[in-house]
């Protein structure tokens, strides 16, 4: 959406906000310099506010020694020089206005939207409005994708379902005799394939044997013991996008097991993470088709109460999903009610993992899989079929 005014004001209105103030010093807020399309290599020493009001023209609010910085933004410029004319023109912009959005989040609820300072939260409060959170303006601007970003997502989860393929036949073709391969040499293979295919990881996969996929982070090949063999409990977390400029990620979890036959232990705890990832896409398909708002904490708690229910509510020990974009991690709404509380609505355009999982001290599960709003509101799932079960490596490869 970049800085189209006409386009943030009939989000306002949809919203039914008043006012968005884009506040920075000095770097503070990335999100609002982005907003306000700064150059990343800009600098900047003195505070600025762009305010976009509902309706009618915005204000630049610059210092007079930085009078320039946001000349390329249409609206008044207004020039301050004391501290109290910085006030006065924010005063200014509040005045007649009920409800102003900034990078706010109330109770510190969301740290990814939380870049205002409190004193200007105050500042802008003395004026008798109220502040409310940009988090779904944000999402407007930094996480909603065009058609060109869904085909290259698109391509990219074919990338990441084939890279699966790839992992699993190298696993069965050293083990099946008896020999040993390491996760790392895995994560390389699945490094290189997606080299061979054009796209980029900027990290490499985690490849966990056994006791490290209870471990929801870790580092592959950080373990005491890294051979993976035959009997072992595999989980691989891959992602990737095209090297190519504005492509997206695609980002997927799944688990193996290196035999012919999945012992119970797994079986029964893959089966409970799958109802739950499966009852958290149920939930947003039923909100969409409905026309029902539905945020990211909602389908968490939808999620994690499937886990809970089965009586394993504490070995689930992270939110439910992430944003994605041109970060694996992107600034969208996050299917989160347990590390923060996002209350940001899922919106068309964009993009977001759900990837339950039970961590045990012996071995964890999780399954991960994409999932994608359109703008008529259809709900897709990328990355191939779901799993259904544990994979069992020396029978499929």
Not at 278 to 299: M, Y
């Amino acid at each position: 959406m970049g800085t189209d005014v006409l386009s943030i004001q009939n989000s306002l209105r949809d919203f039914g906000i008043d006012g968005w103030l884009l506040y920075d010093f000095r770097g503070s807020n990335p999100l609002a310099r982005r907003v306000m399309q700064f150059p990343e290599d800009s600098l900047s020493s003195r505070r600025c506010v762009y305010g976009i009001p509902a309706t009618g023209s915005p204000s630049r609010i610059v210092h007079r020694i930085e009078d320039s910085q946001l000349d390329h933004l249409p609206g008044e410029k207004i020039v301050y020089l004391r501290w109290q004319e910085f006030a006065a023109a924010i005063e200014g912009f509040c005045k007649g206005k009920k409800r102003i959005a900034m990078e706010y989040a109330p109770n510190a609820s969301n740290p990814y939207i939380s870049r205002v300072d409190a004193g200007t939260v105050d500042l802008v409060r003395s004026f008798g409005v109220e502040v409310v959170s940009s988090g779904n303006l944000i999402q407007l601007y930094e996480s909603t994708w065009d058609d060109d970003q869904w085909g290259m997502h698109l391509q990219a989860a074919e990338v990441t379902n084939a890279a699966y393929g790839v992992a699993w036949s190298l696993i069965a073709e050293r083990t099946r005799d008896g020999g040993t391969v390491s996760e790392t040499e895995v994560s390389q293979a699945i490094l290189d394939f997606f080299e061979s295919r054009g796209c980029v990881a900027g990290h490499a996969p985690i490849v966990a044997r056994q006791q490290h996929s209870g471990l929801p982070h870790y580092e592959t090949g950080s373990g005491e013991d890294i051979a993976i063999r035959r009997g072992d409990f595999v989980l691989v977390d891959l992602w990737a996008k095209l090297n190519k400029p504005r492509s997206v990620f695609s980002d997927l979890t799944r688990t193996g097991f290196v035999g012919t036959e999945v012992p119970e232990q797994f079986t029964k705890i893959f089966n409970i993470v799958a109802a739950s990832r499966d009852a958290g896409i149920a939930k947003v398909r039923e909100a969409f088709a409905s026309g029902t708002p539905v945020t990211g904490a909602e389908v968490d708690d939808v999620v994690r109460a499937v886990i809970r229910s089965a009586g394993y509510g504490d070995y689930f020990t992270h939110r439910t999903g992430h944003s994605i974009g041109q970060e694996v991690h992107g600034n969208g709404a996050h299917i989160d009610n347990l590390e923060t509380q996002d209350s940001r609505q899922l919106l068309r355009r964009t993009c977001f993992s759900i990837e339950p999982g039970i961590y045990l001290p012996e071995f964890g599960v999780r399954s991960e899989v994409d999932v994608y709003i359109d703008e008529n509101g259809l709900v897709h799932v990328t990355g191939g079929e779901l799993q259904r079960e544990v994979i069992p490596v020396l029978r499929d490869f």
